[in-house]
């Protein structure tokens, strides 16, 4: 897959279904501040997003097209996407960076809900000064709400063309995870790890790779989230690695774990608990079903294998153009799957203090239920010789 980018009709599509949110959710509006917002909404994609110091605003109004409020420095980038009203000025302009016309553009839109949405609530961030955002409120001739659960019904349900880019980078990163045995040895580091398997996804054709955690340990890992370190693999560790990698901005979001020469026979039955953990959580994900449904259905087949008092906060996500996304697999979630969401399976335990292991699958949720976007992992550990 080479394509990138998308044509016009794919964020008239988006424009339809976000309007349509909007009004049953009576907003006028919704800005955005985020990288990821904007890009959905106009496709504006820039590593210049590294630099902090100039905030960018688009405006998604109730009728007609979006609005970009942006530096100067990035306008003419701008208009090269399918939105044909830029405003800039020449930030940074700390005394009023942005916020004259920002508002300028917010009070000319229809005012039918009195009411317009910001980045306020859950999974979400205001990437602009806060000093700014409680000036802002004050000049515009409506009530800012939580625009968070508005943006995030749009995004948890993906359209044909972004699943497409998440089935290819999880295919992509499937690949190389299986290749990794034939060119990682006991002796190297969990840093030697991640800087091959990282080379390895870039030539297979992955945008970027900016999550790759890698931990190892005898017979299990202590956390997930750190790493890599200079500790080198011994014979009896497992070696977790975990991907966030991205094509075309659409991220997957699975991890692998390799055992390292001969590793215990309580750990490789854990794993096998985990896999059919897995097994489980990918059957029950039908549409329909909460999100507190499929943690049920894997917690289930963990305490069966008698295994009690799963620490984990939540066994899976969405993931989309963010490497985690909402809903959660949790007790007391009750998000139901609707087809096209694009969600993770993980189920994950400590089995001995200081000894974790942890699954994870990325699917998309059909008519007929949970479909694999990544490759399935093998119900054995793979081995590192």
Known sequence: MKERGFEISEFETRMVRAQEIMHRRKLDAIWVTTPQNIRYFTGFDSQFWESPTRPWFVVVPGEGKPIAVVPE??????????????????????????????????????????????????????RMPVNDFLKLRTVINRAVLDGSPALWEMRMVKTELEIHRIGHICRLASESYQDLPNYLNIG????????????????????????????????GVPQIVCGPTDRKLENGDILFIDTGSTYDGYFCDFDRNFAIGKISDEAM????????????GIASSMPGITTEDVWFAMNKVIEEGGIKGNHAGRLGHG???????????????????????????????????????????????????????????????????
């Open 73 to 126: 420095i990035g306008a003419r980038e701008m208009e090269k996407t399918w939105i044909e009203d830029v405003r800039s000025w020449p930030a940074p302009i700390p005394e009023d960076d942005g916020i004259s016309l920002l508002s300028e553009a917010i009070n000319s839109l229809p005012n039918k809900f009195n009411a317009i949405g910001a980045e306020l609530g859950r999974e979400m961030a205001l």
């Open 188 to 219: 190297e580091t969990e840093r030697d790890a991640t800087q091959k398997l990282r080379i390895d996804l870039a030539r297979r054709g992955a945008d970027s790779t900016p999550f790759l955690p890698a931990v190892s340990g005898q017979g």
């Open 269 to 280: 039955k854990v794993h096998d608990l985990l896999w059919k953990a897995t097994e489980a």
């Open 319 to 385: 993931v989309g153009l963010q490497l985690t996304e909402p809903p959660s697999h949790r007790r007391g979630d009750k998000t139901k799957l609707v087809p096209n969401m694009v969600i993770t399976i993980e189920p994950g335990l400590e089995y001995l203090p200081g000894k974790m292991i942890v699954h994870e699958e990325n699917v998309v949720i059909t008519e007929d239920g949970a479909k694999l976007l990544t490759i399935r992992a093998p119900r054995e550990m793979p081995i590192i010789r």
